[in-house]
């Protein structure tokens, strides 16, 4: 088992930044690929992006591409989702997710945190 808790969430204005956080716990954290994903009300969840368990290759959604950063630090069992030139269409309940597999498919993911709320005021 793999417990997710995300945290970093909250309002901020166009054009700000926020930077989310994924501390997780239990069996050993670097040995899975970290995604986030985001869903909006009446949306599915959408793949925002994922980094490997190494943190040496990461890819990105086309919609946040140039605008979102993602890392890790295993030593402190943490993935981050640095965001940047935020826009309203970035509103969402952003999730934090644990895979066997480097994947940017929904399905692939075992684990999962809660959420965490960003909303982007225009």
């Known amino acids: 088992q793999v417990q997710l808790v995300e945290s970093g969430g909250g309002l901020v204005q166009a054009g700000g930044s926020l930077r989310l956080s994924c501390a997780g716990s239990g069996r050993t954290f670097s040995n899975y690929a970290m995604g986030w994903f985001r869903q909006a009300p009446g949306r599915e969840r959408e793949f925002v992006s994922v980094?490997?368990?190494?943190?040496?290759?990461?890819h990105y959604g086309d919609s946040v591409k140039g605008r979102f950063t993602i890392s890790r630090d295993n030593a402190k069992n943490t993935v981050y989702l640095q965001m940047n030139s935020l826009k309203p269409e970035d509103t969402a309940v952003y999730y934090c997710?644990?895979?066997?597999?480097?994947?940017?498919?929904?399905?692939?993911?075992?684990?999962w945190g809660q959420g965490t709320q960003v909303t982007v005021s225009s």
């Open positions: 997710g644990a895979a066997a597999l480097y994947s940017g498919t929904y399905s692939s993911y075992d684990y």
């Open positions: 980094i490997n368990w190494s943190g040496d290759s990461t």
